[in-house]
């Protein structure tokens, strides 16, 4: 239950060590995703990006990793597009990929909780599977939106908290159990794959990160519930009138 967790300010590792991890396990990043979800992450990615290209042309993907929602928002419309992520393993791989698909998608390596932009930058900025490994979820939202226009989309697409009893039980034997495994022998690195399940049943409930939406001045916030309710979009627009 929402009450029973704790209400950590934020991801339950060290910036540092997140970076490592992902540094790490960058090899079968996109496969050990496809495999996890069945290949339902691929539309996830794409409904995000339909959602933010339909903003206007610049768009900012935060935690990019290799870039895939990056791509998705180009191909759905979007002339500016850049990718940021703080690992540069991460970054090195989107890269690549960008230069194999031709694409002039900029990718830089810089952290989300400091966004290299001023303010009222972009018409949308998305973090996939991004938000609950940052330090500080109230002060990540707060740099994402200080970037966008007034006016300008917040859209997040995370894992949530799972709550449905019956189902529930499979999902965290699925989750907790057969995922670190297969993530393990995949990846090599069996500890990311355990720091996974943790890390999502550390995050704010749906509820909550509404909550902390609204206060860092985003308005209109909206969720739909995806992948039988393990996996939420988050949405919100930056206040008009709004400075920063
Ligand atoms: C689970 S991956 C998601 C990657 C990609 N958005 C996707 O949908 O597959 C999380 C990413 O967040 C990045 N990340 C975590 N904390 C960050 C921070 N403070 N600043 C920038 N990137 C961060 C990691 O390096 C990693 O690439």
């Not at 990793?65 to 690992?87: C, K, P, Q, Y």
Request: proline share 6%; hydrophobic share 45%; aromatic share 8%.
């Amino acid at each position: 239950m929402t009450e029973s967790r704790p209400r950590n300010p934020g991801a339950i590792a060290e910036p540092a060590t997140v970076r490592a991890m992902f540094d790490r396990i960058v090899p079968r990043y996109d496969l050990m995703n496809h495999l996890m979800t069945f290949g339902m992450d691929l539309r996830w990615r794409k409904l995000i990006a339909t959602r933010a290209a339909a903003m206007g042309d610049s768009v900012l993907d935060v935690a990019t990793g290799t870039g895939d929602v990056a791509f998705d928002i180009r191909a759905a419309g979007a002339r500016t597009v850049i990718g940021l992520d703080f690992s540069p393993e991460m970054i090195g791989a989107a890269r690549t990929k960008g230069a194999a698909r031709g694409s002039d998608i900029e990718f830089l390596i810089g952290d989300a909780m400091a966004l290299p932009f001023p303010d009222n930058s972009f018409d949308a900025c998305t973090v996939s599977f991004g938000l609950r490994n940052m330090p500080d979820y109230a002060a990540a939202i707060a740099e994402m939106t200080r970037v966008l226009r007034p006016g300008g989309r917040f859209v997040c697409l995370e894992m949530t908290p799972y709550r449905k009893p019956v189902l529930g039980r499979l999902f965290s034997l699925y989750f907790e159990k057969i995922v670190p495994i297969v993530g393990g022998v995949l990846s090599g690195d069996i500890g990311a794959y355990r720091y996974l399940p943790q890390s999502v049943a550390n995050f704010p409930a749906s509820t909550q990160l509404v909550m902390l939406m609204r206060a860092a001045g985003l308005t209109n916030t909206h969720v739909t519930m995806l992948g039988f309710g393990t996996v939420a979009i988050h949405t919100g627009t930056k206040e008009l009138g709004s400075g920063s």
